[in-house]
């Protein structure tokens, strides 16, 4: 006998078409409950159930997937976004970005708002930490450094880098005084020494400033800002400038001599000079300086001042000084060979600061003195007094290399204006020269004759050796003279002249044998 409460076959059927209809419309969740009869009508009823469980599982998944595939399109989206904005291994702005920031601070100026500043530096010695180092340890200094100059710069403001070791600051709203000060805290928060992996780097950095003016374009603004960086570099390290119209001329000039300087090192237009040094009771000559010449092919026989500066900023220097020690050594050995004999000598040669913080630098002058058969006490290098400062490690093992192998070392332009007793108790240095300020009223001037005594008396205290350099009359060399000062050099006795000049000085001159000078 049929159950009274169960559904008519209509009833189920029409449930069924109901649930057909709720599944085709995205109603995944849809059910229906078989009835007790478990006819065909319920087994269609539970397939229907079955289907509705597995695809609402597929959508489920699938929405899932839609979700993370959301995700990380947005994640890669943003990603692009930082490196289209952001430099990857600082993360500070990079040039797209820092020329927007600019922009928008330009913007204000319509708004009676304070312009903008654009401080523009680079970093002094940076080259040679990454060439002697590595990548990896010029990246950790890189970093360090732009941990420090957000540090130091205000919330409104923006720090960039632009590329390899240049970093901008955009200070928004300010005035010139507010400028000099983030840029004097920039300068103090480099002074430290910083600690890149296993080696302590020192660098400095010298600032050009603009300050921006109505109309002017991101580009114009660090542009100016760069070229008053490199005026700044130009009258000394660790300088801070503002741009001026003049710099441009200026900056264009050194960009030609950067790039016609390059040839001169590769085409063989540079030249040696030397000066003698001679030993003031008698003078003899007892050594030379080798001061390198550029033999311009339109302007002429230039100085080293008109050319260093520009080397040491674009990195030509280390080509340049390779090429000094190469062509100075060689010619020591021809003049021991067939000159000097036995008598006692002295190449001076110049070394700038970025060379001597290159590990491989003493490794390679002893290299040069062995493949020319030169002998290293015959060489002495010569070192200002600023490259002292900040007792720079690797300079400090780079003299001391070169002095244990019997190569001298001597400090020039002694008593400019960071002159410290501590210098010339250094053990690795043998020789001071006394600096031209300090002779040339040395005969006139009763203040600077107590000065110089009072210098020479101090490095003969040390049993060091002292030159006096800018040694002009015969005045001059004689108060130095009974002052104790056994050597000098200046145009007294010459100015540099070429090889072949100074080898027939050397070759006519009866030389006993005298004190390394």
Not at 172 to 181: D, G, L, P, Q
Not at 356 to 378: H, I, K, N
Not at 492 to 499: D, H, K, M, S
Request: proline residues 4%; aromatic residues 4%.
């Amino acid at each position: 006998m049929p159950d009274p409460t169960a559904e008519s076959p209509d009833e189920r059927l029409d449930e069924l078409v109901e649930l057909v209809v709720e599944l085709a419309s995205g109603h995944l969740g849809a059910r229906r409950a078989p009835s007790a009869a478990g006819d065909r009508i319920d087994a269609v009823t539970v397939g229907l159930n079955m289907l509705a469980e597995e695809l609402q599982a597929l959508n489920e998944d699938l929405e899932q997937r839609v979700v993370e595939r959301t995700h990380q399109v947005e994640q890669a989206h943003r990603q692009l976004q930082r490196l289209a904005l952001y430099d990857p291994l600082t993360g500070l702005a990079n040039r797209t970005l820092l020329a927007d920031r600019i922009d928008q601070a330009m913007a204000g100026l319509d708004r009676g708002v304070e312009p903008p500043a654009v401080l523009l530096l680079d970093l002094d010695g940076f080259k040679v930490v990454n060439d002697s180092f590595g990548h990896v340890v010029g990246d950790r200094l890189l970093v360090e450094v732009a941990r420090r100059l957000q540090e130091v710069v205000r919330d409104t403001d923006t720090v960039a880098r632009l590329g390899g070791d240049e970093f901008a600051v955009v200070a928004a709203a300010t005035t010139a005084t507010r400028a000099i000060e983030i840029a004097g805290r920039i300068q103090d928060a480099l002074k430290r020494p910083i600690q890149a992996g296993a080696h302590q780097c020192w660098v400095g950095t010298s600032i050009g400033i603009r300050m921006a003016e109505p109309g002017q374009t991101a580009e114009t603004l660090l542009r100016d800002a760069d070229t008053a960086m490199y005026v700044a570099k130009g009258q000394g390290r660790g300088g801070v400038r503002f741009f001026e119209p003049a710099m441009h001329a200026t900056a264009l000039v050194r960009v030609r001599v950067a790039e016609e300087l390059r040839t001169a090192i590769s085409d063989d237009q540079l030249e040696m000079h030397y000066q003698p040094i001679v030993e003031l009771d008698g003078e003899r000559i007892t050594g030379v300086e080798a001061l390198v010449r550029w033999r311009h092919p339109v302007r002429g026989l230039l100085g080293p001042e008109q050319f260093i500066d520009v080397a040491e900023d674009t990195g030509l220097v280390v080509p340049l000084g390779g090429w000094v020690f190469e062509t100075a050594i060689a010619q020591l050995a021809r003049w021991r060979a067939d000159v000097l004999g036995r008598t006692a000598f002295g190449m001076h040669v110049n070394v700038s600061p970025l060379e001597l913080r290159s590990p491989s630098f003493a490794e390679d002058v002893l290299g040069r003195l062995v493949r020319s058969g030169a002998v290293a006490t015959d060489l002495v290098v010569e070192i200002t007094e600023t490259q002292l400062m900040g007792e720079d490690p690797q300079t400090a093992r780079t003299l001391d290399t070169l002095r244990t192998a019997g190569v001298g070392v001597a400090i020039d332009d002694f008593g400019s204006g960071y002159s410290s007793i501590g210098y010339i108790r250094r053990l690795f240095v043998d020789t001071i020269k006394v600096d031209r300020s300090l002779v040339a009223d040395v005969d006139t001037d009763a203040q600077q004759h107590r000065v110089a005594a009072a210098i020479l008396t101090l490095v003969e205290a040390f049993g060091l050796t002292a030159v006096a350099e800018g040694v002009e009359t015969a005045a001059q060399a004689a108060h130095l003279r009974a002052l104790g000062c056994r050597y000098g050099q200046g145009y007294l006795w010459g100015r540099p002249v070429p090889a072949d000049v100074m080898t027939g000085l050397l070759s006519t001159a009866v030389q006993e044998p005298a004190p390394r000078s």
